[in-house]
């Protein structure tokens, strides 16, 4: 097995779509040789946001921190702590944090190879 | 896009492989269209365990509250919040809570079609 914390993965800054704010750490995936899909942590200040973006695959989505405002086509939502969020393939989505604190969560997506 | 809060889906009492004081929720599936991978959360009462099992996909795991052992094949692990594991497929392997609260983790597998 491969265990970690999360505090010891290095948080990349995140500019591709305008995206603002935010870090992203590479908890398991290839670079682990993880088979199927990898587990990302994001983490995004107050104001801050992921720019509005599309890809030929799914998000699984869990907050951890923090209140985000979740944006898919012409669907908005709210999630906060303890929410989850499948983002559908194919359709153009962002994230934004919404609240006073930092807001962090747990992105999932499949292998793309 | 897909969105809820884990404490609205059905926390299911878990009793294969001598399972004790733990509840599973699908957050996110098969049973909501997801194409790829399952994400799941288990909840684990102090005292209580995953017993060990085998079967021949991986977990990436997550955990959100508390103290876990971790045990695959020969090696144990301690993993606290913040912490993540990579469970290599088809190795034996088990979770326990080893704290004094509740043991909270997020827990995702491939689809097994």
């Given at each position: 097995m491969i265990t970690g914390h999360y505090t010891d993965v290095e948080a990349v800054p995140q500019t591709k779509?305008?995206?603002?704010?935010t870090v992203m750490r590479w908890l398991i995936g290839e670079n682990n040789s993880a088979p199927n899909f990898a587990m990302r942590l994001v983490t995004i200040e107050p104001g801050g946001f992921v720019g509005m973006h599309d890809h030929p695959y799914e998000h699984e989505v869990f907050v951890l921190k923090g209140t985000a405002r979740v944006t898919e086509g012409d669907e908005v939502a709210e999630v906060r702590e303890g929410g989850f969020v499948f983002v559908t393939p194919g359709i153009t989505h962002g994230f934004e944090n919404i609240g006073d604190d930092i807001l962090e969560f747990i992105c999932c997506i499949p292998n793309t190879d």
């Open positions: 779509y305008g995206t603002q704010k």
